[in-house]
Nanobody, 123 residues
Framework: QVQLVESGGGLVQAGGSLRLSCAAS????????MGWFRQAPGKERTFVTFINRNGGTYYADSVKGRFTISRDNAKNTVYLQMNSLKPEDTAIYYC?????????????????WGQGTQVTVSS
C-alpha cells in the first residue's frame, strides 16, 4: 500500500505562484511514474502532468510553460511548481502513483492517490 500526502495548496492571486509537494511512503518511489491531476467543482478529474521514473515529463496544453513537475527520489517526493496562475487553475489537486508502465494522461491508469490539496486563484 502506497500512501501519498499532498501539501502546499492555498489561496493566491492571479499571476502568483504556488509549489505543491507530494510525499510517498514507499522506498521504491523511484520506480513509480508520478502524476498530478485536478478537479474543479462539478467537473471531471483532469490530467495536469506526469513524470516518469526516468525523469521524462509531459504536460497538459493548459499548463504547458507555466507548471513544472519534478521529483526528488532521495526524499520520496514529487513537486508541482505552478507559476502565472489563473483563476481557471482553481481546483483540488491530486497526486497519483502508477506502479508499472510509463506515464498516462488517464486517471484510470494510476494505482494510488493522495487526499488532494485545494488551490484557489483569485482574479
Amino acid at each position: 500500500q502506497v500512501q501519498l500526502v499532498e501539501s502546499g495548496g492555498g489561496l493566491v492571486q492571479a499571476g502568483g505562484s504556488l509549489r505543491l509537494s507530494c510525499a510517498a511512503s514507499e522506498r521504491t518511489f523511484s520506480k513509480y511514474t508520478m502524476g498530478w491531476f485536478r478537479q474543479a467543482p462539478g467537473k471531471e478529474r483532469t490530467f495536469v502532468t506526469f513524470i516518469n521514473r526516468n525523469g521524462g515529463t509531459y504536460y497538459a496544453d493548459s499548463v504547458k510553460g507555466r507548471f513544472t513537475i519534478s521529483r526528488d527520489n532521495a526524499k520520496n517526493t514529487v513537486y508541482l511548481q505552478m507559476n502565472s496562475l489563473k483563476p481557471e487553475d482553481t481546483a483540488i489537486y491530486y497526486c497519483a502513483a502508477r506502479l508499472t508502465g510509463y506515464g498516462s494522461t488517464s486517471y484510470r491508469e494510476y494505482d494510488y492517490w493522495g487526499q488532494g490539496t485545494q488551490v484557489t486563484v483569485s482574479s
